[in-house]
């Protein structure tokens, strides 16, 4: 039986978590379209994961790839953008930024990215061969 890592988090985040999930931010649905279900690449996402005292916007398990929709409310938070990714990435995390500009100019050509993004590659585990 597999055990599924856990990761702690602030408890008092949790509902605002649920709240951020029945929000419409449009940038945001669009992708959780193409996400949920298993429709991308077969893997298992979920939306508004608590992380610590953060909330991502799509996270993927069986990859630890972090997917965040960066708009204009990222434009004076650098100094809190920077800790919070350096938290997430001493989990073990990998984050992929997704402009919210870059979905409006081409939303098919930032799913084809994303699709050939290179965290998302499967890799080959080195087999050592017994001689």
Not at 20 to 26: I, L, P, T
Not at 59 to 76: M, P, R
Not at 108 to 118: A, F, K, Q, S, T
């Amino acid at each position: 039986m597999t055990k599924k890592l856990s990761y702690d988090y602030n408890t008092e985040l949790k509902q605002h978590a649920r709240e951020n999930r029945c929000a419409k931010e449009r940038h945001e649905v669009l992708i959780w379209h193409q996400l949920r279900k298993r429709k991308f690449k077969n893997l298992y996402f979920s939306r508004q994961k608590c992380f610590g005292n953060y909330i991502v916007d799509f996270f993927c398990f069986e990859k630890q790839i972090v997917i965040e929709i960066d708009g204009a409310s990222h434009n004076q938070k650098q100094v809190y953008d920077a800790i919070r990714e350096k938290y997430l990435k001493s989990l073990g995390l990998n984050i992929i930024h997704i402009m919210t500009d870059d979905l409006d100019r081409d939303f098919y050509g930032v799913m084809r990215w994303l699709d050939e993004h290179p965290l998302f590659k499967e890799t080959i585990p080195h087999i050592e061969e017994k001689k």
